[in-house]
């Protein structure tokens, strides 16, 4: 079997960005990827301006505490004022362009205005370039702006708007095909068979995937039989990226997955060395169309948890690179455990943990592949390395889900 990391540089070895490009508004690029580097087309700030509501200065005419000028001018946002004359004070407000001729800005808390608005006592001796902020501080035309694989999110959205972008180039979406193997399976709202089970990984499979911003199609439950399960890889591969499977991926007489991939395509990798997931395999199936084109295939075990951690350490990723993002690995902290676990496996283990108010990391109690409201109650992964266990109080590798769900 292969380790973890073995199994994962071998997706990602295979795995290979989209080619189709489009251009959307900007608006409606969140959760896009870009696919072209953008420089901006202005300077942001376009003009030195203010940080503050106060007062536009000559930082030389203030050297002490209740100096008093006139104020000549107001300068409102969204307008531009004159040069300010010797003695004078200009009124400015947040993000309105500094005069010529001032090089500080006083807060309007700092000073207090006599004579009917006129006349200004200053209560402060300002520095030059005091709450100014310079033209191009941000971004200079010209300048990279968002570098292409970049996830927009909805800062990435802010910039280009800032940089001045209305659209966008983006990688098309990839294209992802879902079906679960299982005649036990039923959907909820439909009663149950003898001794059968609601489908849970068709939620939680496609919910994962459309939260990474793929087009899934869901071809729904496939009987355990070989014809139907090689006729759903053949209709699954036409107009798809990736096929994903659940169940069917053990060497049981009514797993059908491995000989129907095997059928219409090719299977690469069976079998790796973690806990929960040790069946997870990886092909591609024949486009039917297209004899010399593929379609990628992944299979995931069945039990909803093995199914979910396979899926966040293996298919994410592979995915993320078939849509050209350049952050492909899964974030992880060291974090503190709040218990033993003496009994480690042969395989590296995933564990499903919280995190405590003391800052640590509690165990949920049942570790079973079939106990998805593990997953549902904690915070995340602790990777505990084959044949690795750990005491009360060591630093461990955690794996947030908040980081494996965009």
């Given at each position: 079997?292969?380790?973890?990391?073995?199994?994962?540089?071998?997706?990602?070895?295979?795995?290979?960005?989209?080619?189709?490009?489009?251009?959307?508004?900007?608006?409606?690029?969140?959760?896009?990827?870009?696919?072209?580097?953008?420089?901006?087309?202005?300077?942001?700030?376009?003009?030195?301006?203010?940080?503050?509501?106060?007062?536009?200065?000559?930082?030389?005419?203030?050297?002490?505490?209740?100096?008093?000028?006139?104020?000549?001018?107001?300068?409102?946002?969204?307008?531009?004022?004159?040069?300010?004359?010797?003695?004078?004070?200009?009124?400015?407000?947040?993000?309105?362009?500094?005069?010529?001729?001032?090089?500080?800005?006083?807060?309007?808390?700092?000073?207090?205005?006599?004579?009917?608005?006129?006349?200004?006592?200053?209560?402060?001796?300002?520095?030059?370039?005091?709450?100014?902020?310079?033209?191009?501080?941000?971004?200079?035309?010209?300048?990279?702006?968002?570098?292409?694989?970049?996830?927009?999110?909805?800062?990435?959205?802010?910039?280009?708007?800032?940089?001045?972008?209305?659209?966008?180039?983006?990688?098309?979406?990839?294209?992802?095909?879902?079906?679960?193997?299982?005649?036990?399976?039923?959907?909820?709202?439909?009663?149950?068979?003898?001794?059968?089970?609601?489908?849970?990984?068709?939620?939680?499979?496609?919910?994962?995937?459309?939260?990474?911003?793929?087009?899934?199609?869901?071809?729904?439950?496939?009987?355990?039989?070989?014809?139907?399960?090689?006729?759903?890889?053949?209709?699954?591969?036409?107009?798809?990226?990736?096929?994903?499977?659940?169940?069917?991926?053990?060497?049981?007489?009514?797993?059908?997955?491995?000989?129907?991939?095997?059928?219409?395509?090719?299977?690469?990798?069976?079998?790796?060395?973690?806990?929960?997931?040790?069946?997870?395999?990886?092909?591609?199936?024949?486009?039917?169309?297209?004899?010399?084109?593929?379609?990628?295939?992944?299979?995931?075990?069945?039990?909803?948890?093995?199914?979910?951690?396979?899926?966040l350490l293996f298919v994410r990723p592979f995915i993320l690179k078939l849509q050209g993002r350049s952050d492909l690995s899964s974030p992880s902290y060291l974090m503190r455990a709040d218990f033993d676990w003496l009994k480690p496996d042969r395989r590296n283990e995933f564990l499903r943990v919280k995190i405590n108010a003391q800052g640590g990391l509690d165990l949920f109690p049942n570790q079973s592949s079939g106990v998805l409201t593990s997953a549902a109650w904690g915070d995340g992964l602790l990777d505990c390395p084959?044949?690795?266990?750990?005491?009360?109080?060591?630093?461990?590798?955690?794996?947030?889900?908040?980081?494996?769900?965009?």
């Amino acid at each position: 079997m292969l380790s973890a990391v073995e199994a994962l540089a071998h997706l990602l070895k295979n795995a290979s960005p989209v080619n189709e490009e489009e251009t959307v508004p900007t608006q409606a690029a969140l959760g896009r990827v870009l696919a072209k580097d953008i420089a901006s087309q202005v300077d942001v700030p376009p003009l030195d301006n203010t940080s503050m509501d106060g007062y536009a200065v000559r930082s030389s005419e203030i050297t002490q505490v209740g100096t008093v000028l006139r104020m000549a001018q107001r300068i409102p946002a969204g307008s531009v004022g004159q040069s300010l004359e010797t003695g004078t004070i200009a009124r400015i407000f947040t993000g309105a362009p500094i005069p010529q001729g001032a090089d500080a800005v006083v807060m309007q808390e700092d000073c207090i205005v006599q004579d009917q608005n006129e006349l200004v006592q200053i209560n402060s001796v300002p520095n030059a370039g005091q709450w100014i902020r310079r033209r191009g501080e941000d971004l200079t035309a010209g300048k990279l702006a968002l570098t292409a694989g970049s996830l927009l999110r909805p800062q990435q959205l802010g910039v280009a708007a800032s940089a001045g972008y209305a659209q966008l180039p983006v990688k098309r979406k990839v294209r992802v095909a879902a079906f679960f193997t299982g005649d036990e399976l039923s959907l909820p709202g439909e009663p149950l068979k003898p001794g059968g089970i609601y489908n849970s990984n068709r939620d939680t499979l496609l919910g994962v995937i459309r939260s990474l911003g793929c087009e899934a199609t869901d071809y729904g439950i496939v009987p355990d039989r070989l014809e139907a399960t090689r006729a759903a890889l053949r209709t699954a591969s036409a107009n798809h990226d990736l096929i994903i499977t659940s169940g069917g991926v053990s060497v049981g007489e009514e797993d059908h997955i491995k000989p129907a991939v095997n059928a219409e395509g090719r299977l690469d990798l069976w079998q790796i060395g973690i806990k929960p997931g040790k069946p997870l395999a990886f092909g591609a199936v024949r486009k039917q169309q297209q004899s010399d084109q593929e379609t990628w295939f992944i299979g995931l075990p069945g039990n909803p948890v093995s199914s979910f951690v396979t899926f966040l350490l293996f298919v994410r990723p592979f995915i993320l690179k078939l849509q050209g993002r350049s952050d492909l690995s899964s974030p992880s902290y060291l974090m503190r455990a709040d218990f033993d676990w003496l009994k480690p496996d042969r395989r590296n283990e995933f564990l499903r943990v919280k995190i405590n108010a003391q800052g640590g990391l509690d165990l949920f109690p049942n570790q079973s592949s079939g106990v998805l409201t593990s997953a549902a109650w904690g915070d995340g992964l602790l990777d505990c390395p084959a044949g690795q266990g750990f005491k009360k109080g060591d630093m461990v590798r955690y794996i947030p889900f908040s980081g494996l769900l965009s």
